[in-house]
């Protein structure tokens, strides 16, 4: 049985080594090292097909996909090991995709990589990012995370395969669909797939995983964060309005979608660490896509999902260990999206407004960026439009700076670009 199961995953395997292929962004760390290789990222963002692609330079290679349901309560792994040398002729590098169904795996994969094997494993649970996977797996694992595609992914994906297009249409549909692969390599139904994706994630990586009986719950939180990207929430409020038992209920569901790679959040800048653990977070999603096909809305919302995308953007940088990200707000509420920290220094204040049009507003903008300027002794100044382009001087009280408005498609290739 084992052996036949196997033998589906290398048919599997054998597809994906030959079907086409966007080069991503993300590079494998320490390829040729020892230590136990980890991707982990959101389910379908592609980390199986990334893995199996980086690793053409190996011959021989074992695969496992433990996302298959005929693996769940697998009683012997060992079996499972001697079907794999039956399957693939004993191989020295084994890939073990969606690992965290496997309980007790960290030990195992221990134990492999003591015997010689060469270990790469896929993950779609940010915990395999914590120190709890540091503490099991002793120190000896690189890690390596995939998110959708990037915008500059899209734009590579669109000349390999000729189309052709303004680039601003592609940041527009981009910004509205998000980036799950096989939505733009197969062009299919975004609403259907991304419904699918986002139920198929809450039930096999939060009920089934954790066990929860009354999922209506996580159901409508869900539904809600979706809603309410880019808005800055409190935990009592939120229990409140969606009638949950208590804060701790709350705080440990909004933990579980966060672990799914559903949700992420950032604090609120202070240089007082107790301050910023205990103010409001903000919140945002991994991918735009989930709020177009989830959230309860009426129409599109330019300025959430504007900001929703310069936020993955950002926490792609920062789950690389590149940066720091934030937001911040004083006491009269005037708030900047978002504050990027380098190493112990503040780097670049970055306001995202999809409509600049209104003066005031314009005004409003660059007020707030230059009071978190003058706090945060960062002169790096950045606002993230639709379309218009310029780079002005502006000052507040003897604190002085030059505004670089830059579209945000632009500031995506040259994000990108930068790395």
Partial sequence: MLEKIVQSHKEEFDQKRNDFFVHRESQIKGFDSDLIHVIIGPRRAGKSFFSIRSM?????????????ERLFGLKSFDELLHAVNQVYHNPKVLLFDEIQNIPGWELIMNR??????IIFITGSNSKLLSSELATHLTGRHLITCLFPFSFLEITQLAEMKE????????????????GFPELWVKKLDSRNYLNSLFDSILFK????????????????????????????????????????????????????????????????????????????????????????????????????????????????????????????????????????????????????????????????????????????????????????????????????????FIPLWKWLLEKSERK
């Fill in 112 to 117: 492999l990589q003591r015997n010689g094997y």
């Fill in 205 to 404: 990586d939060i009920v089934k995983r954790h066990k929860i009986r009354h999922s209506s719950a996580l159901d409508n939180l869900a539904m809600f964060m979706v809603s309410n990207i880019a808005s800055e929430l409190s935990f009592t409020t939120i229990t409140k309005r969606l009638s949950f038992r208590s804060v701790v209920t709350l705080q440990k569901y909004i933990d579980y979608l966060e672990e799914a790679f559903l949700i992420f959040s950032i604090q609120r800048f202070s240089f007082k660490v107790r301050e910023q653990i205990s103010s409001n977070k903000k919140f945002y999603c991994y991918d735009n896509g989930f709020f177009q096909a989830k959230a309860f809305k009426f129409s599109p919302n330019y300025g959430k999902l504007y900001e929703n995308t310069v936020a993955i953007e950002l926490k792609r940088c920062e789950m690389e260990g590149l940066i720091k990200v934030f937001y911040w707000k004083n006491e009269k509420h005037e708030e900047v999206d978002f504050v990027v920290q380098k190493g112990l220094k503040i780097e670049e204040l970055i306001q995202v407004c999809y409509d600049l049009s209104e003066p005031k507003v314009k005004e409003r903008e660059i007020r707030a960026l230059l009071k978190a300027g003058a706090a945060l002794d960062c002169k790096q100044i950045l606002v993230i439009t639709r379309d218009f382009e310029k780079v002005e001087e502006a000052s507040w009280y003897g604190f002085t700076g030059e505004v670089n």
């Fill in 163 to 178: 189309i052709s297009g303004d680039i601003r249409q592609q940041s527009d549909e981009y910004i509205i669909q998000g």
């Fill in 56 to 68: 053409e330079t190996h011959k021989q290679i074992g695969y496992v996909n433990f996302d298959d």
